[in-house]
Each structure stands twice: as C-alpha cells, then as structure tokens.
C-alpha cells in the first residue's frame, strides 16, 4: 500500500496535471451526486450520468483547467493583488466561456444528444451559467492567483468547484424551454 502511495505522489511531482485530474475525478461524481440527491423531481439515482460526470471532470476540464493556469501566469506576470485581479478578470472573458460550452457540449454528447441539442444548450445555459459564475470566481480566483501558491492553484480551485460543479449540473438539467413557458 506504501508503494502505491508513494508511487502517486512521484506522479503528482512530475506530472502535475495529474493533481488537478484526480481531485476532478472526485470532485465531478461527487458534486452531481449532490445534485442528484437533492433533485425532487429525480425517481431514481443514475450512477451512469455520475461516470460522464467523472470522465468530463478528469480527462477535459481538469487538464484544460491546468493549461489555464498555467497561460495566465504567463500572460500576467505580476503576483500582487493587482495582478491576481487582472488574471481574475481576464479568466471570466476568455477561460469561463469555453469551460461552459465545454461543460455543455461534452456532456450533452456523452448523453447521446446531437450536435444541434448541444449548440441549443449552450445559447440557452451559456449566458446564464457565466452571469452566476461572473459574481463567484472572480473573488475565488484573485485569492487563488495572489495567494495561493502554483502547484496548489487547480487543488485550490477544485475545492470551490465542487458548489460550483453541483450548481452546473443543476443547470444541466434546468429545462429553459419550461422555465420561460411559465414566465
């Protein structure tokens, strides 16, 4: 058992994508299975759109997540509060917009659905998925950018991803089409 901890722990050390992708792997069941659990109109618990959930978390956002990070400390060299500010906000007009089409295209077509459904979710969700997420990361990201340190920034991140990623699924199954009919 030593071995095979140590053995992640020399992974994490040379490939740090590998960081972020495991705790996504967690993070992403875990958080739809919150949603799950706490959706009244659900009738049964569907452990296969948890495994999509997983499979998205881990080997899409966790290593474009990484890539981001990383691009932002290129991009904005300053490590002070101003510049964990500027990062913060250029995150939330060019990453934020293209996790959420992510988010919607590659879950919509795990299910099944096609191209045009998913172009359809992302026109409906995408606008407003980015007006909650504009009025939360930007505060968790200055923090994670002027404090946090590099290596810990996508593990950092993840913590808050696991609210945020249990409100995506909620939006995932929000169904515009009956929310603007009662409107």
């Not at 998205?56 to 290129?74: D, E, I």
């Not at 906000?89 to 096609?114: D, H, R, S």
């Amino acid at each position: 058992m030593a071995h095979r901890a140590r053995w992640i722990q020399e992974a994490m050390v040379r490939y740090p994508v590998t960081r972020g992708m495991l705790t996504y792997s967690l993070l992403f069941p875990a958080s739809n299975s919150t949603q799950q659990l706490l959706d009244p109109n659900r009738d049964r618990f569907n452990l296969l759109e948890v495994l999509r959930f997983g499979l998205f978390g881990t080997f899409v956002l966790a290593p474009s997540l990484y890539c981001w990070v990383r691009l932002a400390n290129v991009l904005v060299k300053m490590d002070s509060l101003k510049g964990a500010v500027v990062k913060a906000c250029i995150e939330q007009f060019t990453w934020a917009p293209v996790a959420y089409m992510q988010f919607y295209v590659c879950i919509n077509l795990m299910e099944g659905k096609t191209w045009e459904q998913c172009k359809l979710q992302c026109r409906t969700k995408i606008p407003e998925t980015w007006k909650v997420g504009v009025c939360v990361w930007p505060l968790v990201q200055t923090v994670n950018f002027w404090i946090v340190p590099m290596r810990h920034r996508v593990s950092f991140v993840a913590f808050f991803s696991y609210l945020w990623n249990t409100f995506l699924s909620y939006m995932h199954h929000k169904n515009p089409t009956v929310e603007a009919a009662h409107q």
